[in-house]
T-cell receptor
Framework: KAGVTQTPRYLIKTRGQQVTLSCSPISGHRSVSWYQQTPGQGLQFLFEYFSETQRNKGNFPGRFSGRQFSNSRSEMNVSTLELGDSALYLC???????????FGPGTRLTVL | AQTVTQSQPEMSVQEAETVTLSCTYDTSENNYYLFWYKQPPSRQMILVIRQEAYKQQNATENRFSVNFQKAAKSFSLKISDSQLGDTAMYFCALKSEGGSEKLVFGKGTKLTVNP
């Protein structure tokens, strides 16, 4: 099976812009979670989706949003980018709550 | 709130030797899952090993094994016969049994395997 894929792999934006990141889960996985990784804060949970419904959300401002499509692919959007949004954004998918999450390669976002 | 603590920011080991990475956690739940993930310089997060809290037997995957002490809320990772390819950041993570996929991560331990 192909692994979790994320596009794009690298992105450079300027403050105030918005960005959309995409995640395609492993075939058959219906759960997708997103994490932000920064040197200062480490790995922080953003949100998770299951069957097109947001099941849980981390402690991030409303500028961070996401959605999941009927084919389980997920997107996350960050509006009005700030310098502090520069991070590695990781997506993970799993086959269900009792199963392990498998991570994609991440999208490196740089905000200038 | 659940927390995961990795008290060793950096460690190093000689090739072929054994190293143990420490992890402690806090949760009020009785059933949960614990994981060790590895993140090499390529940045891809890779599952190393997983432990269900209701299982008393420690998980083992080839050269990787854990020492799970539920009462002490401790979950250490032992890497035997260390290889150069084991050089990476290692993250300990905790997940509740139900309702959410949310993983709570420790800050990580940077492991360097020296030739």
């Amino acid at each position: 099976k192909a692994g979790v894929t994320q596009t794009p792999r690298y992105l450079i934006k300027t403050r105030g812009q918005q960005v959309t990141l995409s995640c395609s889960p492993i075939s058959g996985h219906r759960s997708v979670s997103w994490y932000q990784q920064t040197p200062g804060q480490g790995l922080q949970f953003l949100f998770e989706y299951f069957s097109e419904t947001q099941r849980n959300k981390g402690n991030f401002p409303g500028r961070f949003s996401g959605r999941q499509f009927s084919n389980s692919r997920s997107e996350m959007n960050v509006s009005t980018l700030e310098l502090g949004d520069s991070a590695l954004y990781l997506c993970a998918s799993s086959a269900g709550l009792a199963n392990t999450q498998y991570f994609g390669p991440g999208t490196r976002l740089t905000v200038l | 709130a659940q927390t995961v603590t990795q008290s060793q920011p950096e460690m190093s080991v000689q090739e072929a030797e054994t190293v143990t990475l420490s992890c402690t956690y806090d949760t009020s739940e009785n059933n949960y899952y614990l994981f060790w993930y590895k993140q090499p310089p390529s940045r891809q997060m890779i599952l190393v090993i997983r432990q269900e809290a209701y299982k008393q037997q420690n998980a083992t995957e080839n050269r990787f094994s854990v020492n799970f002490q539920k009462a002490a809320k401790s979950f250490s990772l032992k890497i035997s016969d260390s290889q150069l390819g084991d050089t990476a950041m290692y993250f300990c993570a905790l997940k509740s049994e139900g309702g959410s996929e949310k993983l709570v991560f420790g800050k990580g331990t940077k492991l360097t395997v020296n030739p």
